[in-house]
């Protein structure tokens, strides 16, 4: 799979950790829509776990690049409610980091602003709020999260659906 990574259109990209709790939400929605029939052959999904800087690094760095970038991850976000699905630019990414190799790190942010500023990569970023994350591994999203891979997944391949 990773030797589609150049050669796909799109790029949908699952952030987390499965084994802290809610943090596992990236990672559900890849496995939902994997479970997917109908994705478009130029789609390429992958779990990145808490590797995802390696990949965006790799890109950067690559000739050839995907049109479009679509990460999914969860966020704790002030004022939302847990589950909600909702997309936040680039820029609102998080300070705060879950996992010493999150995507709310600096560097992985800076990556994602310079894919976005210097080519022409359309970036979405999926985030689901979430409900907590546990202080020791507990693996399972809480019955929101749950709710939300759904959620999540119906709008990544209606966003796919357009872009035919």
């Known amino acids: 799979m990773i030797e589609d990574l150049f050669e796909k259109s799109v790029l949908v990209l699952g952030c987390g950790n499965i084994l802290l709790g809610d943090d596992g939400f990236g990672p559900a929605v890849i496995e939902c829509l994997n479970r997917e029939k109908n994705l478009p052959d130029d789609v390429l999904v992958m779990d990145m776990g808490t590797s995802i800087r390696d990949i965006l690094f790799d890109i950067t760095l690559s000739e050839k690049k995907p049109e479009m970038i679509i990460i999914v991850d969860a966020v704790d976000r002030p004022g939302r409610k847990p589950g ?3 997309e936040i630019p ?3 990414i998080p300070e705060n980091k879950t996992s010493d190799f999150s995507l709310h790190q600096h560097p992985t942010v800076n990556m994602l602003a310079e894919l976005k500023d210097n080519y022409p990569i359309e970036i979405k970023i999926v985030v689901a709020q ?14 929101a999260m749950h709710g939300a891979v759904k959620t999540a997944c119906k709008k990544i391949l209606r966003e796919l659906s357009t872009r035919r």
């Open 84 to 86: 909600e699905v909702f």
């Open 90 to 92: 680039v820029e609102e």
């Open 130 to 143: 979430m409900e907590t994350i546990p202080e020791d591994i507990a693996p399972g999203l809480s019955p």
